[in-house]
């Protein structure tokens, strides 16, 4: 029925469609001038009007972590994943960040999805060790994320 609220995957009116574009690409461009902290600015602006594209989110991380902004960049890796939970790259940055950020349980979660898909994941088993050294608490409590 008309009276339906639009799903998430409707497409966007064109004006927003346009004007998302239109905030990428600036952002992009702002990029190609290193001013890093407008080019972040114009990614939320993008990201607002649509939040599905795990590139932007990345993208968003990366600039967070150049400004030295982690608890952003997290979030941003955070939102990547919730996009696209298969996407590498931002699990691989997410580990790196929340461990630095000392987010330990939310690293070690991560951690065990990086290890179901590459058990030999080094970064992850090294991270986890030196977690479990710091707290060993934490070995117990997160012993089911690593059954598999």
């Known amino acids: 029925s008309d009276d339906e609220a639009p799903s998430s995957s409707s ?3 064109p004006g927003l469609q346009l004007l998302y574009l239109v905030h990428k690409n600036l952002a992009s461009i702002l990029l190609q001038r290193k001013d890093l902290k407008q080019a972040l600015a114009s990614y939320i602006e993008a990201v ?4 599905s594209e795990v590139t932007v989110w990345f993208k968003m991380g ?3 972590l150049k400004i030295h902004n982690y608890p952003m960049a997290k979030i941003c890796y955070q939102q990547a994943l919730q996009c696209n939970p ?3 790259p931002s699990l ?5 960040v929340t461990f630095a950020l000392g987010d330990y349980l939310m690293c070690l979660e991560h951690i065990s999805s990086a290890l179901e898909r590459d058990c030999l994941y080094s970064k992850g088993l090294a991270l986890r060790k030196k977690i479990f ?3 060993p608490s934490l070995e117990g409590l997160t012993k089911d994320l690593f059954l598999y």
């Open 11 to 13: 497409p966007l009116h």
């Open 48 to 51: 607002k009007i649509d939040s």
């Open 62 to 64: 990366q600039l967070a």
């Open 86 to 88: 298969h996407h590498w």
């Open 92 to 96: 691989d940055r997410s580990i790196t």
């Open 133 to 135: 050294m710091e707290q």
